[in-house]
């Protein structure tokens, strides 16, 4: 009998806790999992006294399903999501629903999108973040893939999403193929850069400031109630002044040496490999490979020479931190917009960037308030084409000019290693000169390899000359490796 709204492959905690968090808005869940056991298991537990149902197979699953079927996965990543597709094929139906919530990576889902569109089945990748928290209480949800799929699982999603303060589902629709897994992963790779803003502004506080963990928290805490206003800066006011049991902060008893999964690295060479300089998402890898070379570290601070450095007075300081964080933050999502931009271009999906920022305003890692006014820029300007552009973000960076340099300058000149808050800088430096020493490079280029060149004058006709006076003018057939 056809009972239920939807169904759900994968009873780890993830998959367990989003069955709940339906069945707690009303909708009536069929849950399946590869170990039986594990069904029986949660039917008799956490499920108790719901309307949760279970299937014993994947045919069980299919006939309990109202259509258009809906079946969502939370399985491991890779071949056995491949897998489920393949077994549930010959019990669906033209016009039925799979979605893969799992941590795929998005070429997989673009794939996937393609080869069930061809057998008029629906697929749906969807990023879901917020842990096993969110997924239980309210996840942001960013499914993309096969526009069709949408009105249908739309009211599951967003009843089941994390709510902005305003109240609006923290879940829209991203967009096609695998641009929702796409969107999901330029998130983690944001999380990475938020993060290690954050840990360069503690750093220049303690070393640069000489302030305690109680002040740092403090000023955390002031932050928290303006325009920084967002869930890493809250949890970091909570853990500077997280104590140990003898009293003294616990975080300073933290090894540091950071470790990574791998989807700030995937945002990363993605971005390589488009060619779009997210800068500060590759600074804050690069930070946390870095930090895990402590025992070179702990010889290098005793071989290499640093400058004398003096406390500065914090007093006229703090504001300054906080406008270089709050700068240095607007370039580095301006930067993952751009990413995603070009990726939309590469692949021809049609993204939905003002619905992007609602998603991550709420539920997951990144939620701050600040991404009300990029979902502002974007409902403005859908076609913006670079968040610095929007009228507010133009201003609030020429306000936090003088304070950003500030600030750099200062971590420079005490020797306070600042990677993503000065790429920062740079980057907003570069994008707003109209003329980069790339001309003397191209003529590098020309003069050693035959790589020909541009003139300003005349773009679009590549010119070699011959520098040297010596070995003909051949030129290198021209390539854009
Ligand atoms: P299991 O309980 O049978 O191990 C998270 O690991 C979820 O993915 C679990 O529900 C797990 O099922 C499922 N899973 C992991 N690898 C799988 C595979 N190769 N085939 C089917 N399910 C798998």
């Known amino acids: 009998m056809a009972t239920a709204d939807i169904g759900l492959i994968g009873l780890a905690v993830m998959g367990q806790n989003l069955i709940l968090n339906m069945n707690d808005h009303g909708f009536v869940v069929c849950a399946y999992n590869r170990t039986q056991a594990k069904v029986d298991h949660f039917l008799a537990n956490e499920a108790k006294d719901s309307q949760i149902i279970g ?4 045919e069980d699953l299919c006939s309990k399903l109202k259509r258009p079927r809906k079946v969502m ?17 010959p019990f669906l139906e033209q016009g039925d629903i799979i979605i893969d919530g799992g941590n795929s990576h998005f070429p997989d889902s673009v794939r996937r999108a393609k080869t069930l569109a061809e057998k008029g089945i629906l697929f749906v990748g969807s990023g879901v973040s917020g842990g096993e928290e969110g997924a239980r209480f309210g996840p942001s949800l960013m499914p993309g893939g096969n526009p069709q799929a949408w009105p249908f699982i739309k009211p599951i999603f967003q009843a089941i999403a994390a709510k902005a303060p305003d109240g609006a589902p923290c879940c829209d629709w991203v967009g096609e193929e695998g641009s929702g897994h796409y969107v999901k992963m330029v998130h983690n790779g944001i999380e990475y850069g938020d993060m290690q803003l954050i840990c360069e502004v503690y750093q220049i506080m303690k070393e640069g400031l000489g302030m305690s963990s109680d002040e740092m928290a403090d000023t955390f805490e002031e932050w928290n109630k303006g325009k920084l206003d967002s869930f890493l800066i809250e949890i970091t006011r909570d853990i500077l002044r997280f104590k140990d049991e003898d009293g003294t902060a616990l975080v300073e008893k933290i090894r540091d040496t950071a470790g990574q999964k791998g989807t700030g690295k995937w945002t990363g060479i993605d971005s390589l490999d488009r060619g779009i300089p997210v800068s500060l998402i590759g600074e804050a890898v690069y930070a946390r490979c870095l930090s895990s070379l402590k025992d070179e570290r702990t010889r290098a601070s005793k071989i290499l020479v640093g400058p004398t450095s003096q406390v500065v007075d914090k007093s006229d300081f703090l504001d300054a931190l906080g406008e270089a964080l709050y700068a240095a933050k607007i370039v580095s999502y301006a930067q ?23 998603m991550w305003r709420g539920g997951c890692i990144i939620r701050s308030a600040f991404l009300g006014k990029i979902k502002d820029a974007y409902t403005v ?36 290693p600042t990677p993503a808050l000065s790429t920062s800088l740079n980057f907003y430096d570069g994008l707003r000169h109209e003329m980069l020493p790339a001309n003397l490079l191209q003529a590098q280029r020309d003069y050693f390899g035959a790589h020909t060149y541009e003139l300003l004058s005349n773009p679009g006709t590549h010119i070699h000359t011959n520098w040297t006076g010596k070995g003909g003018n051949v030129s290198s057939t021209n390539y854009d490796a």
């Not at 299937?55 to 994947?58: E, F, V, Y």
């Not at 071949?79 to 393949?86: G, L, N, P, Q, R």
């Not at 552009?389 to 000149?413: G, L």
């Open 73 to 89: 996965m939370l399985v491991k990543a890779g071949s056995a999501v491949d897998s489920f597709i393949d077994q549930l094929l």
């Open 336 to 358: 993952g917009f751009m990413l995603m931009r070009q990726a939309a271009s590469d692949y021809g999906w049609n993204l939905n960037f003002a619905g992007i920022a609602l």
């Open 381 to 416: 300007n859908p076609s913006l084409e670079n968040l610095l552009f929007d009228p507010f973000f133009t201003e609030a960076t020429a306000t936090a000019q003088s304070a950003w340099r500030k600030v750099i300058a200062m971590a420079v000149t005490q020797g306070i």
């Open 55 to 58: 299937a014993t197979s994947i």
